[in-house]
């Protein structure tokens, strides 16, 4: 069972800085790659950073410059570190896992996400 975790969302004044993390926690799996999405209310989820495996990363043009997606092998824990909040960031954000989890490759996991409330 492999499960993916969010954490460190809440309500953040417009300007601030906030790191969500996203643990990947179980057995018999490897990372392919590791994405953070948001979904705005009433809005349709968007990917918003990606990290491989190979460590590279991507961005979506909107958030370039104030997001950075990093992690932490060790622990296996993803991070997305947003600088500079606006209140348009304000979002469910959800990490996804592309893995290969036992026998089978390319698998897809979810987290149940964190809410980032970001006040003018």
């Known amino acids: 069972q492999v499960q993916l975790v969010e954490s460190g969302g809440g309500l953040v004044q417009a300007g601030g800085s906030v790191r969500l993390s996203c643990v990947v926690s179980?057995?018999?799996?490897?990372?392919?790659?590791v994405g953070w999405y948001r979904q705005p209310p009433g809005q349709q989820r968007e990917l918003v950073a990606t990290i491989r495996s190979d460590g590279s990363t991507i961005y979506a043009d909107s958030v370039k410059g104030r997001f950075t997606i990093s992690r932490d092998n060790a622990k296996n824990t993803v991070y997305l570190q947003i600088n500079i909040l606006r209140p348009e960031d304000t979002a469910d954000y959800y990490c996804?896992?592309?893995?290969?989890?036992?026998?089978?490759?390319?698998?897809?996991?979810w987290g149940k996400g964190t809410l980032v409330i970001v006040s003018s």
């Open positions: 996804n896992a592309d893995l290969d989890y036992g026998d089978l490759s390319g698998l897809d996991f």
């Open positions: 179980g057995s018999a799996f490897s990372i392919n790659a």
